[in-house]
């Protein structure tokens, strides 16, 4: 047998040398033999590893310490890597890998004497295992000395505590994972970022692009909200664009390391892209998706008019028949459900599981991922835009989770009560967000699902009603998904993920004299929304977020703890109560007024009384709004609105919209995101259809729109009650549409049909 060398370089590296290049060595190097732009790397071998292992007499004192270990005991796993790493970082390196990578290091003479080193373990970046991430990368390293500092740096981050944790759960022998590590130029990127080649949700034939300026690392890691391009395929035309504001970006720092920069002004809302780059770009994805022959999800950056290709690894969330024959090579199981909960959001798909026990372990949340977690809080929405599907303990239809996963269009079981003791970390299930099931691994019907090809749920609807069917959204990038349905306009734009998604409270922007930045920021993601919907509606919901959403971000230090923050400070009371803070909002509504967005409306949440929308309209006056030139509206959510609508409409409402997830919960006191009482929470109880009966009958009587924009909104059943009672519009959840439409158009042209059998 051929002795494998401690050194090999891409040139010599093709997809099929895992077991000595790890998961990212191969792929850059069968990358490379394609001729695609990859930067010039050698990879030190996992033999190499190997080898020091031996020669240092670490390999049996390691596996002993690793496999004693009980991996379930925080304490004692992170006692016995912690030894472990040292152990590594203490043992000299072999004299002769030190002159081998000494001497490649060497040959960068030329190209840059800077070098990213990246670890490459032989069961990262593949289909069935998420280890991609789990060790250790470093930028911007300079010297022979620090080089090799790095490699055994790379070298101990195989035995950290959450890689030992999830072989562990895999089922992988921690004496057959090796690592090899990657020394490769360093792009010191102007433009940079990732590149889906295909939807990575639907599969549909689109390439997803993020972008943003300075090195990849601030995409990745989720420190800067990203341009998005997406570029339809098959027409080769760029199709959607978001561009945001970009407030920092990651840079060498010197001679060793990274830092993050303030984007200068001029740069923070400029294009990261022009057309041509991304069709560039797009190129490149495709011929590397027609190579491996399933989608990719890559990493990019441009210096100048170059080009480079960092990383390409499959999409593991939508499972192409190619992928999914990997997948029935782990044993396609019979319908053995193992876990049963509430279907929250439609759709059946596989993967692996990854528990999430609070906001600290997001980063663990790789594409194609079932997030397994007690519930869902905003802090996790950049996980919740990664996974294939989420299950979790608590919740019911209306929870953060289920009306997150529904925008996102990501399947989720909610309200299991026992899903994370019961799945464990690395386990393959399959969930159906429709039925509320959780299967254990994968199921013949998701086979068949992905070999017939993704089926886009989203269609253009050319029935006309006359009651019109508006759709809900939270966040700016489900906004061309959501103007896709053909909806007559947005009924509810919740603008809290907005704010959350900044990590700043409007407090902290206040304190800090930044409130201009604050106020671009939540403009720039309302106008993405106000432009998807040209000339339609868009009823825009102030600032609703209970004070524990706000605790965990910067300037949260100093929110109230209080028992039940659903009955809390929030909403409207929040915002007359801090007229500073609400001062931001109000003038980001006054500049998109002024730029001729005419169609945006303002709605009340949390209201209980009309001295709480006068005060409020005065402050809109104060500001030098025109309020009788704008709508202003209400949520009635709270049975005191319901019960004294009257004297809203003599306030001067424009319009008013029921928030029936509260609205109910409130009315008839059933927590509804209290999964013990989720078999009580009743949309159509009387007292809840009286409140909603009486307040439509007296908009009606007084001209001024009534609507629809809760959890409610999307049930065909209850909707047509609505349609009979005389709702003026209805909002729904962007999976729910199309069969809104039909349900309103049907329940029209039965009264119709009715009334005229009356007249004859």
């Not at 924009?709 to 009672?725: I, R």
Request: net charge negative.
């Amino acid at each position: 047998m051929t002795k494998v060398p401690d050194i090999l370089w891409l040139e010599e590296i093709r997809k099929e040398d895992i077991a000595s290049v790890g998961g990212k060595g191969a792929s850059l190097g069968e990358m490379a033999s394609i001729g695609l732009p990859i930067p010039h790397a050698f990879v030190v071998t996992s033999q190499a590893f190997r080898r020091f292992l031996t020669e240092s007499g670490l390999e049996n004192s390691i596996f002993d310490e690793i496999g004693a270990v009980n991996v379930e005991d925080s304490a004692a796993l992170r006692e016995v890597s912690e030894k472990v790493k040292r152990s590594v970082m203490n043992a000299a390196m072999p004299q002769s890998i030190r002159d081998e990578i000494t001497t490649a290091y060497k040959r960068f003479t030329g190209v840059g004497i800077y070098v990213a080193v990246r670890s490459s373990a032989t069961a990262e970046d593949l289909p069935d295992a998420s280890f991609a991430g789990q060790q250790e990368t470093f930028l911007n390293v300079s010297g022979i000395e620090n080089v090799l500092h790095a490699v055994q740096e790379c070298w101990a981050s195989l035995y950290n505590g959450r890689a030992i944790y999830y072989r562990a759960k895999q089922g992988f022998d921690h004496h057959s994972v090796n690592i090899a590590v990657v020394v490769q130029q360093l792009i010191t990127s102007e433009k940079s970022g990732v590149m889906f080649t295909s939807h990575p949700v639907t599969g549909e034939s689109f390439t997803i692009i993020e972008a943003s300026w300075g090195l990849g690392e601030a995409v990745v890691s989720g420190s800067v909200s990203p341009d998005n391009y997406v570029w339809n395929n098959e027409s080769e035309m760029l199709v959607g664009r978001r561009i945001t504001k970009k407030l920092i970006e990651i840079v060498r720092d010197g001679v060793n390391g990274t830092k993050m920069l303030d984007v200068s002004l001029e740069r923070q809302e400029q294009e990261v892209l022009s057309e041509d780059e991304i069709s560039r770009l797009a190129t490149y994805g495709h011929v590397t998706e027609e190579h491996y022959g399933v989608p990719q999800d890559m990493e990019w950056s441009i210096v100048g008019d170059e080009f480079y290709v960092l990383q390409s690894r499959p999409i593991t969330t939508i499972k192409v028949s190619d992928e999914k024959r990997g997948l029935q090579e782990m044993e396609v199981k019979e319908e053995k459900v193992i876990v049963q909960g509430i279907g929250a959001s439609p759709g059946l798909v596989s993967g692996p599981v990854v528990r999430v026990h609070d906001v600290t372990e997001i980063d663990k949340v790789k594409v194609g991922d079932i997030m397994v977690t007690t519930m869902t809080n905003p802090d996790m929405v950049p996980a919740m835009r990664k996974t294939a599907g989420i299950v979790t303990d608590e919740g019911g239809i209306t929870c953060h989770a289920a009306i997150v996963s529904r925008e996102l269009g990501t399947p989720a079981v909610v309200g299991t009560r026992n899903g994370t003791e019961i799945l464990t970390e690395g386990q393959i299930i399959t969930i159906d967000g429709e039925k509320g099931l959780v299967y254990d691994g994968v199921i013949e019907r998701v086979l068949k699902q992905e070999t017939s090809g993704p089926q886009s749920v989203l269609a253009k609807a050319d029935i006309i009603t006359a009651t019109a069917v508006k759709v809900n959204v939270s966040m700016p990038e489900a906004a061309m998904r959501a103007a896709s349905t053909g909806a007559d306009g947005v009924g509810l734009l919740r603008i809290e993920h907005l704010i959350i998604g900044l990590n700043k409270t409007p407090g902290w922007y206040i304190q800090n004299h930044k409130e201009d930045e604050f106020v671009e920021e939540l403009m720039g993601g309302i106008k993405t929304v106000l432009d998807a919907f040209p000339g339609k509606p868009v009823w825009v919901r102030t600032l609703d977020a209970p004070t524990d959403e706000f605790r965990n971000m910067q300037g949260g230090h100093d929110e109230p703890h209080e028992h039940n923050p659903m009955l809390g400070w929030r909403g409207i009371r929040r915002d007359l109560e801090t007229p500073d803070q609400f001062g931001l909002q109000i003038e980001t509504f006054k500049r998109l007024w002024a730029l001729g967005y005419d169609n945006l409306g303002i709605m009340f949440p949390m209201v209980s009384h009309p001295d709480q929308f006068i005060r409020a309209k005065q402050l809109f006056t104060e500001a030098g709004v025109d309020v009788n030139a704008v709508d202003l509206g209400i949520m009635v959510e709270i049975p005191a609105s319901a019960l004294m609508i009257q004297e809203f409409i003599d306030a001067g409402i424009a319009f008013a919209s029921f928030g029936t997830n509260d609205l109910i919960q409130y009315t008839i006191a059933v927590d509804r995101n209290n999964e013990h009482v989720t078999s009580m929470y009743w949309p159509k109880h009387p007292a809840v259809l009286k409140l909603i009966k009486d307040t439509i009958a007296v908009c009606r009587e007084n001209n001024v729109e009534v609507s629809i924009c809760g959890q409610a909104g999307s049930d065909p059943d209850m909707v047509k009650w609505l349609v009979e009672t005389g709702i003026m519009s209805v909002s729904a959840n962007i999976d729910a549409v199309e069969k809104i439409r039909h349900a309103v158009a049907r329940t029209e042209q039965r009264i119709i049909l009715d009334s005229a059998r009356r007249m004859y």
